[in-house]
């Protein structure tokens, strides 16, 4: 049963002991009643305020908060040990004014107000700091200095961060001021008569007493952060044995035995000290030396020396052992940081890939761990204004959400939940859905977790079951996994550095009394006052979801240190989010809006819903696009040949395809009816074991295609538009402004064919670039192809395009099969050539010359992608590279049979190729109008 309108309480209810507070201020008894219900990361530890902040283990604070600052903020419970021990409120004052002094500093300079709320009284059992995730990676002690003209110092997060950024030539031990030929006792030399940041006097005691430190272990422990303060600077000398007051010489009295003992000391030191990169040894007499003096006049009684240690400049940061500092794990533990875990998440800010800076803007996100993502500038303020907003009214996003619950009982409660924020500005999201997903496996008992952003209220996960026990915190338990794995993305993926909070709610359905429990809570006071909504909090909070739903991976990324997103465009999240429920879908576009990355998308979208490798196919004409995709090993992928003729041999094709419960279909417009019906037997396997209409992993038939790049004049096996569910992308993001252009002019002249009707949208550039070499067109006669060929490559690699950003596009497949018989062999020699002029000689077998058609993403497919040549370069026909791209494409003398092709659309699909520069060498005349038309 489900009531609603319900207004006298249950005893339950009524006897609950959390208070209600919205304007009062949040004590430790509230945070404790309420501790399962914060959507946070919770750490436990105990505490003894009587004590020192760095005794009896309240050191730990700082591991635990400096852990919570690095990683998506959140709450730590602190068992206040000393309650009932005739402390005072001096004694909690005085310990968490000591705890605030060391935080301030791993803020390096931040107030910590923005930070830290402490909740509690000296005299409560449990105290609780909430903390919110910080806007750079914070570091306990950096072991890491820099000279001053009398000392050193400990670093600052920003010094930090130019000294690992400093690049230059490792300095040498001759240059660094000369050192004094002789000393003479209590005599001041005239080049030693003060400190500074290259020189440093240290006067040690004899030590001579049994409970001293040995001379060489003093002098091992005062050099260290000498060591580090001068190769992070200009390198210098430390002087042992000078007085800093008057600089006059004294000596340290040594023997020869202590001397080698010292040698040894500071030689074991520096192999601990970090010397830019773990692993690295510093080698004596070429990064660092130390040598000993004998002083003139010096009592004979006793022997004493000065001793040099002399280290030279060395960029990119001398650490003497690896910087304090914490983070939580996958599995939410306090671990430390490696030196290289730390060295690059300290970098990840300045992380940067300048060449798209000409095409997409760098998002500024600042929290630790954040990613480095380009998107067009204006992608989010387009989805905040016809996707994602705050409103009033019925918000629940995605909008076919509650066509996938089957309970007519289910769906009443959650509008009965919404209609309480319906009045106010606000947006509900039904989470396990695209962009959002990812979080902790839900359990059965769950049927929906709708997350509601709330103008006044702030935000709220209110997760929905039915007939649940009288003991919910199991179910409080994994509702804060969830919440706190949102959080998680919120800040991490989406650099959110607002102070916020994710209130959670377990809601029994079936409770007669659960809107008016709901209802109650929104008035609770959770949070402190800091962490309350308002309008421009809720919108930078909008925006960091909208990037954690809309960034995705290239392939091109690469490595941990290399790796980068992108922003998905406006129409791109539009699609995945108002369509991710629609089953069968035709996606149309013009070259360059991205249907193979939505088509991508949403195969992981499939994956992370439950499907598995072989419940989704994917299909394409173009062999070369089957392997791109297949490099990402999400789904199976076929050519509709290959289908067509598995198809030839019923059992085979069972057996093949036995799992399939979804296709997509990509570049359909490529697709050839000659072998067969394609379109009906890839619907039918979408269609096959379809069952249940509610169950969301099953029965999507998704078809992208864009007629303006149909050149064959042959029927390529589609139904009519009408009556299927369209969407038409429109924006263009992979050509430069000029590429763009020059292809606009024939995708006008194909306006009139009647398979385009169907545009209604404009093709539109979402950026302006012109920083690429734009488009040329040479003509030349058939018996100067080959060298003007070979110059046009040749320039392309002078000005610094590797051969791998290279594309030679021809329209027939005899005649990439032809260059590439001819070209192979002088290729090789000019890439030679070029890097010898650069001076740098090339191994050829090293660099990997692969035959044409070869690809990063599928080395195995080479019969059928075409011959190839040259460092990943690709010959190839322009068909068959549909829907690829290179930032540099060259056609080839282009020819076509026109009873068999379109011209212009066959122009338009070798334009948009090309990302950056765009050459077509034509021979004939009639070519040349067309193409300077």
Not at 335 to 344: D, V
Not at 892 to 905: M, Q, V
Request: charged share 25%; net charge negative.
């Amino acid at each position: 049963m489900y009531f609603t309108g319900i207004t006298t309480l249950s005893v339950e209810w009524a006897n609950r002991t959390i208070t209600f507070k919205m304007n009062n201020v949040l004590t430790s008894q509230d945070v404790t009643a309420m501790l399962d219900r914060y959507g946070e990361t919770v750490l436990h530890c105990s505490v003894h305020i009587s004590r020192r902040i760095h005794e009896h283990g309240n050191h730990i604070v700082m591991h635990f908060a400096c852990a919570l600052l690095n990683s998506a903020g959140g709450l730590l419970h602190m068992k206040n040990l000393d309650h009932d021990r005739h402390i005072q409120p001096k004694d909690l004052d005085t310990w968490w004014g000591g705890m605030e002094s060391n935080i301030a500093d791993i803020l390096s300079g931040d107030d910590i107000c923005n930070y830290f709320d402490l909740i509690g009284n000296y005299d409560d059992k449990d105290l609780y700091l909430f903390v919110k995730a910080a806007e750079h990676l914070c570091t306990i002690d950096y072991h890491c200095r820099l000279p001053t003209d009398t000392a050193t110092h400990e670093v600052s997060y920003r010094s930090a961060l130019k000294i690992l950024t400093n690049t230059g030539e490792v300095g040498y031990l001759k240059t660094l001021p000369p050192i004094p030929r002789s000393f003479q006792w209590k005599k001041t030399e005239d080049t030693l008569k003060q400190e500074g940041k290259q020189i440093q006097f240290k006067m040690l005691t004899s030590g001579r007493d049994s409970h001293a430190k040995s001379m060489p272990d003093k002098i091992r422990y005062y050099c260290t952060k000498y060591i580090s303060a001068f190769a992070n600077h200009q390198g210098g000398h430390i002087y042992f044995g000078i007085e800093d007051t008057s600089a006059a010489v004294l000596g340290e009295a040594m023997t020869e035995e202590e001397q080698d003992k010292t040698v040894e000391k500071i030689n074991n030191k520096m192999k601990s000290v970090i010397w830019g990169d773990e692993g690295f040894v510093a080698e004596r007499g070429r990064h660092w030396d130390i040598t000993f003096h004998n002083i003139l006049g010096c009592s004979a009684r006793e022997r004493r020396v000065v001793v040099v240690i002399s280290v030279c400049r060395f960029p990119g940061g001398v650490f003497t052992s690896c910087p304090e500092s914490y983070y939580l794990d996958k599995s939410g533990q306090v671990k430390a940081f490696t030196y290289t875990q730390w060295k690059l998440a300290v970098l990840n800010q300045v992380r940067d890939k300048l060449e798209l800076h000409s095409r997409f803007m760098k998002l500024p996100l600042l929290t630790p761990g954040s990613r480095l993502v380009f998107g067009l500038p204006h992608t989010i303020p387009r989805i905040k204004e016809k996707v994602l907003n705050l409103r009033t009214g019925s918000n629940l996003y995605p909008k076919h959400f509650l066509n996938t619950v089957g309970s007519p009982g289910i769906k009443t409660a959650i509008k009965d939940i919404l209609a309480m924020f319906a009045a106010e500005p606000h947006l509900a999201l039904a989470l396990h859905t695209f962009g959002i997903g990812s979080v902790p496996e839900f359990k059965s008992d769950f049927v929906a977790d709708i997350l509601v952003l709330s103008h006044t209220h702030g935000l709220h996960l209110l997760c929905l079951a039915e007939d649940l026990p009288r003991d919910k915190s199991c179910y409080f338990h994994r509702c804060q996994q969830v919440a706190e794995s949102l959080k998680k993305k919120l800040v991490h993926n989406g650099g959110c550095t607002e102070r916020f909070g994710i209130c959670v709610h377990v809601v029994d359905i079936e409770d007669p009394l659960f809107v008016q429990e709901i209802r109650m809570d929104l008035e609770t006071s959770w949070y402190p006052s800091t962490f309350h909504a308002n309008t421009g909090k809720l919108d930078h909070i909008l925006t960091s979801l909208i990037i954690a739903m809309a960034t995705y991976k290239p392939h091109e990324a690469g490595t941990e240190q290399e790796e980068y997103y992108f922003l998905l465009t406006c129409d791109q999240f539009e699609l995945l989010c108002q369509h991710q429920f629609t089953r069968e879908l035709w996606v149309h576009g013009p070259p360059g809006a991205g249907k193979t990355v939505v088509a991508l998308q949403m195969i992981r979208e499939l994956c992370r819903r439950g499907c598995t490798y072989r419940n989704i196919l994917y299909i394409a004409e173009n062999e070369l696009l089957c392997s791109y995709v297949r490099s990402f090993e999400l789904c199976d992928v076929v050519t509709r040949r290959d289908l067509m003729q598995t198809a030839q041999d019923p059992d085979n094709f069972r057996l093949r395809f036995f799992s399939v419960l979804n296709v997509v279909v990509d570049e359909a417009q490529n697709f050839k009816d000659r072998d067969g019906d394609w379109y009906s037997l890839a619907q039918s396997l979408a269609n096959g074991n379809f069952r249940d209409k509610l169950d969301q992993t099953e029965g999507y038939f998704w078809v992208f295609m864009d007629y303006a790049q149909k050149v064959h004049k042959f029927k390529a096996g589609l139904p009519g538009l009408i009556g299927k569910n369209n969407y038409m992308l429109s924006e263009i993001s992979r050509n430069s402004k000029e590429i763009f252009e020059y292809a606009s002019k024939f995708m006008r002249l194909n306006e009139s064919n009647e398979d385009d009707s169907y545009m209604k949208d404009s093709p539109r550039l979402g950026h302006s670039d012109t920083s690429g070499p734009g488009v040329s067109i040479i003509k030349c006669e058939k018996s100067s192809v080959e060298d003007t060929l070979m110059k046009v490559i040749r320039t392309c690699a002078e000005d610094g395009v590797k051969l791998e950003d290279m594309a030679v596009l021809l329209g027939k497949k005899m005649d990439a099969e032809k260059v590439e018989g001819h070209f192979k062999d002088k290729l090789e020699d000019m890439v030679r050539q070029v890097e010898r002029e650069k001076g740098a000689e090339v191994d050829l077998e090293k660099e990997g010359i692969r035959e044409v058609g070869t690809t990063d993403a599928d080395d195995c497919v080479k019969d059928e992608l075409g011959k190839g040549f040259g460092r990943g370069m690709i010959v190839d026909t322009v068909r068959r590279f549909s829907g690829l791209d290179k930032p540099i494409v060259i056609g080839l003398d282009p020819r076509i049979n026109e009873e068999h092709a379109d011209i212009n659309k066959f122009i338009v699909n070798l334009a948009t190729r090309a990302k950056q520069g765009l050459v077509i060498i034509t021979t004939s005349d009639e070519v040349m109008k067309k193409l300077n038309a």
